[in-house]
């Protein structure tokens, strides 16, 4: 069960890598070089003013490099302990900043990752924490992602005692999730309903969710669940 639930991180949290924040940096973001430089950039802006926005911003940016371009392990680990520890710095200096609490809860899920099954059992509790305080600051942020990954969570963890699994709080979540016009909130959703059994209200929630407008400004992140989507539709 354990070595199936870091599975179940590993491509769980690769896809939290940049649904970004509210400046237009990761349209230009589409290869490695690009990305290094950006990655470069909000590092060196972190280290010299040390301060909530700076923070919140290099952790993003490090999750999102790690996650899709970076390729050896050891390099990921660090760059997502970068992604943990700023993020953990942003909610210290602002415990109120929504941006702090959402950054750390997916950098948690992909430090996990790479570092092993315990952190991933381990850990899972402490994301729910930060997807539920998001939620309580501010429900709407990233169209509605606290609620997928929170439920994404309950859908695949253990249950207790192992851990905080509970498939009638993630439908829940998923079912808010989708009001919000969220690609990822779909899959998931999508993903969900097919492990239940529901394969025609699976259908229903991936062409709904393939009907939507591309993103355009995070053109990686979308194409991506475009094809995780297309990818279910053709298995049922």
Partial sequence: MRKEFLFV?????????SYGFGIDIF????????????YDFYKAEY??????????????????????????????????????????????ENPKGVEGHYY????????????????SLFLAGPIIDEMTKVISLDPKFRNGSAYAIR????????????????KSKAQKDFEEAVKYGNRMSYRFYAEFLISIGDKKK?????????????N????????????????????L
């Fill in 27 to 38: 349209r230009s973001l589409t290869n490695y070089d690009e990305t290094k430089r950006a």
């Fill in 104 to 119: 750390l809860g997916v950098a948690y899920g992909s430090w996990a990752e790479v570092t092993g099954v315990m952190n």
């Fill in 47 to 92: 280290l010299s003013k040390k301060d909530y926005d700076s923070a919140w911003k290099f952790s993003a940016v490090a999750r999102f490099f790690g996650n899709y371009f970076v390729k050896g392990v050891e390099e990921k680990k660090k760059i997502f302990e970068e992604a943990k520890d700023t993020a953990l710095f942003a909610t210290k």
């Fill in 9 to 17: 991180f590993a491509a769980l949290f690769v896809c939290f890598a």
């Fill in 151 to 166: 439920g994404r969570v309950y859908h695949k963890a253990p249950g207790w005692p192992v851990s905080v699994g509970d």
């Fill in 202 to 214: 699976a259908r229903e929630i991936i062409e709904k969710g393939l009907s939507l407008p591309f």
């Fill in 216 to 235: 355009d400004s995070e053109p990686v992140v979308d194409e991506n669940e475009i094809k995780h989507l297309k990818k279910l539709l053709s298995s």
